[in-house]
């Protein structure tokens, strides 16, 4: 049993946090993946500061729900298991399953950590401190603008976060692949979905709302994360054949 699972905004809508494009997305009157930009930082950086403090305010406030819990009940169990995260959110990993989370080194968060404050110019990067609280933050190496450290539009990815992704999908084909709560807006994640699918996992799409890869053969589950992942997961471990 070896199982690539690749999150969106969806999973964390039912622990209150707003997904990008749907309702109750926009901040204010804004567009997040308009905020979620270089030119909006360059533009107004108070802003868009604002807006990732709100985002890390909230998250900490919320609780994984029963998808985050039902993925690392399947990443326990599974022989072999890797999450491909879109969301900048914690609540993978603090998800736990009797007592039992998430490793690291089975998660890639491609498009970054929300809790993260990086130099605009170089590397240096840190956890969320006090300094975030208010205006901007300035690099203590260099003295630029400090930003949230998370991927905007237009930017490339992380490209070690990227080898992780890719050594996992190419390795070998899943049995399973499962793709929760995304609009699957990057071609990257396509891509990496359908080298782990190969020719004979079954994929299988859970959205409430919308399928994005029926082009792709996927079944698709009609139903919020937090009610069909759970399910998904029971029969999955039912099926499996005993070693
Ligand atoms: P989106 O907001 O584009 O899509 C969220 C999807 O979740 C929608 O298709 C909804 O139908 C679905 N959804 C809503 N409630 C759900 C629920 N309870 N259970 C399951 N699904 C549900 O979010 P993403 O696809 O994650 O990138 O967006 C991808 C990326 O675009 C984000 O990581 C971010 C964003 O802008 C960057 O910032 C680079």
């Known amino acids: 049993m070896r199982v690539l699972v690749v999150t969106g905004a969806g999973i964390s809508a039912e622990s209150g946090i707003p997904t990008f494009r749907g309702t109750g997305g926009y901040w204010r009157n804004l567009d997040p993946t308009k905020l979620a930009t270089q030119s909006a930082f360059d533009s107004d950086p108070e802003i868009v ?10 998250i900490r406030r919320a609780q994984p729900n029963a998808a985050h819990q039902a993925v690392a009940r399947l990443s326990a169990r599974a022989d072999d298991f890797f999450l491909i ?14 007592g039992y989370r998430l490793p690291c080194d089975q998660v890639v968060q491609i498009h970054g950590d929300i809790f993260m404050t990086k130099c605009e110019r170089g590397d240096f990067a840190r956890a969320e401190n006090a300094d975030d609280a208010f205006g901007i933050p300035r690099c203590p190496k260099c003295g630029a ?19 992780r992704a890719d050594g ?25 979905t359908r080298l782990a699918t190969g020719r004979r996992g079954r994929l299988i799409e859970i959205n409430p709302e ?34």
């Open 145 to 163: 603008r400090m930003r949230p450290g998370v991927v905007w539009f237009g930017e490339e990815l992380d490209p070690r976060e990227v080898a």
């Open 85 to 98: 995260t879109q969301n900048v959110d914690d609540l993978h990993r603090r998800a736990d399953w009797d």
């Open 210 to 243: 919308d399928q994005f890869l029926g082009g792709l053969g996927a079944e698709w589950i009609k139903e919020p994360a937090a009610v069909a992942l759970p399910r998904l997961v029971d029969e999955l471990l039912a099926e499996r054949k005993p070693s």
């Open 168 to 192: 996992f999908v190419r390795a070998r084909p899943c049995s399973a692949v499962i793709v929760v709560g995304t609009s699957v807006a990057f071609d990257y994640i396509v891509h990496w």
């Open 49 to 58: 500061w604002q807006w990732y403090r709100e985002r890390r305010d909230m």
